[in-house]
């Protein structure tokens, strides 16, 4: 069982291109379709209680479904598997990102990727804003936040922390 | 000395992170300025990286950043670090999920947390977009380059719903093109 678990998740590691978002399908392939471990319902909630905590999310989905139907041993594995083609590849690429000296070729091309990136971003911010529909009270947050992150220089982690102790206290005006 | 700095460090980013691999670019921005472990140029190298490589991002982006940091070791530790207290949390509260999802706290938590991760996510990209014109400033071929590449971007993610790594693929090809002009 350890050695199936291991190499399910593994694979669904592997073959998930673009975070989070993108895992759902492949995990459903997986261990819905192709093993029946779970149930579509069961993927589901999990991934949306996973959406909500703290960590990395696709982590979190494997680690909750998998606690939840078989034992915590098996969630460990299975979040090390999930974990592990992404830790061996960007490994690889680490290195050779450390060790490369930059030409002027790598330089435009580089430049170039960071419009890109600039631009997914971009396009990401706006699709998180249009779809959690803030009201007066949420602009006033996020502004607020901006000020503090950008204007006062205040540690990201220390915000975050002051949000949750916010959100506690007054979270349902949101 | 240097594995245990780090893998404190990743284990507050991974507590701190609430909502995916965009909400840790603020965390990652305040540790490369605070340290002088990296700069931004190569945090925006590196999410171009992960967001074009399998795996779930964050766990890609604590790797690159790791092993720049300390060697394969340190991009080991940087990914379990940025994981761990998810795991915790979920093999907490795997055995009584709907009670914590009924929560009146939880539930409030998760509604005031919105604006302001949007509004630590919109900030470090403030950061990164001025970094990116920085360097794009510095000649007005480039400037110009830089323009029309937003706008056939933009076009390509809206109009033609491209994946990210094709976009970035794009901007790659373009950039290489672009050096023999230049």
Not at chain 1, 21 to 31: K, S
Not at chain 1, 62 to 91: E, Q, W, Y
Request: glycine share 10%.
């Amino acid at each position: 069982m350890v050695l199936k678990i291991f190499k399910s998740f593994f694979k669904v590691g592997l073959f998930t291109f673009g975070g989070g978002y993108a895992m759902l399908p492949v995990l459903m392939d997986e261990v819905v379709k192709k093993q029946g471990w779970f149930s579509e319902d069961e993927v589901l909630e999990g991934y949306a209680m996973a959406q909500l905590s703290m960590g990395i999310i696709a982590i979190n989905t494997t680690t909750l479904i998998t606690a939840r139907k078989f034992n915590a041993r098996l969630a460990l594995v299975a979040a090390l598997a999930t974990m592990l083609p992404s830790i061996l590849l960007l490994t690889l690429i680490g290195m050779y990102l450390s060790t490369s000296n930059i030409n002027p070729t790598f330089e435009m091309i580089f430049l170039s990727i960071q419009i890109g990136v600039g631009v997914l971003i971009a396009y990401t911010i706006l699709g998180l804003i249009q779809k959690s529909a803030l009201n007066l009270y949420g602009w006033g947050l996020l502004i607020l936040v901006m000020v503090l992150f950008l204007g006062l220089q205040w540690s990201s982690l220390l915000i975050v922390a002051l949000s949750i102790a916010l959100s506690a206290l007054w979270g349902h005006k949101l | 000395m240097m594995y245990l700095d780090l893998f404190i460090r990743f284990l507050l980013i991974g507590t701190f992170t609430i909502g995916g691999g965009l909400a840790t670019i603020p965390h990652l921005i305040e540790l490369g300025q605070s340290t002088g472990w990296f700069d931004e140029r190569f945090l925006m190298t590196m999410i171009a990286i992960s967001e074009s490589t399998p795996g779930p991002i964050g766990i890609n982006m604590a790797t690159v950043v790791g092993v720049k940091i300390a060697g394969v070791f340190g991009g080991i530790i940087a990914s379990i670090g940025v994981a761990l207290s998810g795991v915790i949390m979920m093999l907490l509260i795997a055995p009584s999920l709907s009670k914590y999802r009924n929560n009146r706290y939880v539930a409030r938590i998760l509604k005031g947390l919105k604006p302001s991760m949007i509004g630590l996510i919109l900030s470090s990209a403030f950061l990164l977009w001025r970094n990116t014109f920085l360097d794009l400033s510095v000649s007005s071929p480039l400037l110009i380059y830089g323009g029309v590449m937003v706008v056939m971007l933009s076009a390509c993610l809206h109009f033609f719903k491209l994946k990210s790594f094709q976009i970035i693929l794009i901007s790659a090809l373009c950039g290489w093109g672009l050096s023999f002009i230049l």
